[in-house]
């Protein structure tokens, strides 16, 4: 069965770290660009970071850029998403995202706007005021 699992929230003090994990299982994250999204109590989904299947293309929204980085590693089928400097407003539900569009130049999948295949359940993330 297609599958994305996150793993790695939890409670965390202002200014702490945390590094999420995105687990795919039944299909092999080589080929697909992984985006991670959050929303938090009553506040729409956020598109906060992405990587291109191969390359290693990236994108931050301002709100986490130089503080959070995405990266990938395909022999275990996993991306990350490392988050420093963590604020009150980071508090959120973590989401991570497959998608398949098709560079056909670069030969690799790259981060779209709005369109991923497979969702994950997500995973809370907490930092406390």
């Known amino acids: 069965q297609v599958q994305l699992v996150e793993s790695g929230g939890g409670l965390v003090q202002p200014g702490g770290s945390l590094r999420l994990s995105c687990a795919a299982s039944g299909f092999t994250l080589d080929y697909y660009a992984i985006g991670w999204f959050r929303q938090a109590p009553g506040k729409e989904r956020e598109d906060i970071s992405c990587i291109s299947s191969s390359d290693g293309s990236t994108y931050y929204a301002d709100s986490v850029k130089g503080r959070f980085t995405i990266s990938r590693d395909n022999a275990k089928n996993t991306v990350y998403l490392q988050m420093n400097s963590l604020k009150p407003e980071d508090t959120a539900v973590y989401y991570c995202?497959?998608?398949?569009?098709?560079?056909?130049?670069?030969?690799?999948?790259?981060?779209?706007?709005?369109?991923?295949?497979?969702w994950g359940q997500g995973t809370q993330v907490t930092v406390s005021s």
């Open positions: 995202a497959a998608a398949s569009v098709w560079d056909i130049t670069t030969i690799q999948a790259m981060c779209p706007d709005g369109e991923y295949d497979y």
